[in-house]
């Protein structure tokens, strides 16, 4: 099965720093990749969809520059979270787009933010 | 509105009893496809089933079993015989190709098989 890997799987950061998570589709080429922010005992929300390329698609309430998002080749989109806060504090997913309709996740980065 | 529903927030259950857990979707799309995912403690999204919507049959592996009725808009998921190991977070997800196949998650069931 295709592989999407995340680095770092845990971070911890101080107030107004901040922290660059990586997504890599391992071995295919992703066009789109998602990025899911999670909190603890929640479901999974769609942050932002990301495509190679182009300027990435935030969902609603999403603030474009506190989470930069770029992705710059086939197999690899960053997550950028810019002054980090407490609040920001959680476990962020990506997700790579194979072909239609499959999507392959990676295992999460956990963030905390002191 | 949730275009995916899973009513149960927790379940637990004795060691070797059945458990099934429910989905309830909504879409307007004729082509979707409706996933279930098993998210241990480690937090990992461990891919169990994708479904599409033109396929209505029931699929078994193992002890997993899945259950699909467009009438119903449900896809429920039954674990037999359950086992200590079965205990994660479960997600139901739909990916509609209206939206650009991004997925929607439920908000996931929480199961504890007792030993």
């Known amino acids: ?114 | 509105a949730q275009k995916v529903t899973q009513a149960q927030t927790e379940i637990s259950v004795v060691e070797k009893e059945d458990v099934t857990l429910d989905c309830v979707y909504e879409t307007r799309d004729t082509t979707y496809y409706l996933f279930w995912y098993k998210q241990p403690p480690s937090g990992e999204l461990v891919f169990l089933i994708r479904r599409n919507s033109f396929d209505e049959q029931n699929e078994i592996s193992g002890r997993y079993s899945w259950n699909f009725q467009k009438s119903t808009s449900s896809f429920n998921f039954t674990i037999t015989a359950s086992q200590v190991v079965d205990s994660a977070v479960y997600f139901c997800a739909l990916s509609e190709a209206r939206t650009g196949n991004q997925f929607y998650f439920g908000t996931g069931t929480s199961l504890t098989v007792i030993p």
Request: aromatic share 10%.
């Open chain 1, 1 to 114: 099965g295709a592989v999407v890997s995340q680095h770092p799987s845990r971070v911890i950061c101080k107030s107004g720093t901040s922290v660059k998570i990586e997504c890599r589709s391992l071995d295919f080429q992703a066009t789109t990749m998602f990025w899911y922010r999670q909190f603890p005992k929640k479901s999974l929300m769609l942050m932002a969809t990301s495509n190679e390329g182009s300027k990435a698609t935030y969902e609603q309430g999403v603030e474009k520059d506190k989470f930069l998002i770029n992705h710059a080749s086939l197999t690899l989109s960053t997550l950028t979270v810019t002054s980090a806060h407490p609040e920001d504090s959680s476990f962020y997913i990506c997700s790579a787009e194979r072909d239609s309709y499959e999507q392959y996740f990676g295992p999460g980065t956990r963030l905390t933010v002191t």
